[in-house]
């Protein structure tokens, strides 16, 4: 799945609008709304600069007998992130 930033703050302006307004009970105001898409861009970014940082390590190197040809792949179980 690809890091998509504005996916990311869209998501959490929905989730935020809808917890200000208590499920639609109350409407937020717009100085209230601003505030909220201000919070999510924020939220967003930071969460994606995070997720950015981080350092994929490989898993098990695969290792076959045979030609090279029959060497596929890169790894044989998933990385970790550091």
């Known amino acids: 799945m690809a890091l998509i930033p504005a996916t990311l703050i869209t998501t959490l302006q929905t989730i935020l609008i809808n917890q200000a307004s208590q499920g639609g009970r109350y409407t937020p105001t717009a100085t209230q709304v601003d505030a909220i898409n201000t919070l999510a861009a924020d939220l967003g ?15 098990q190197t695969v290792v076959t007998a045979g030609t090279a040809a029959a060497q596929t792949g890169t790894t044989t179980s998933p990385g970790t992130l550091s």
């Open 45 to 59: 970014n930071a969460i994606d600069s995070y997720i950015r940082t981080a350092t994929v390590n490989p898993g």
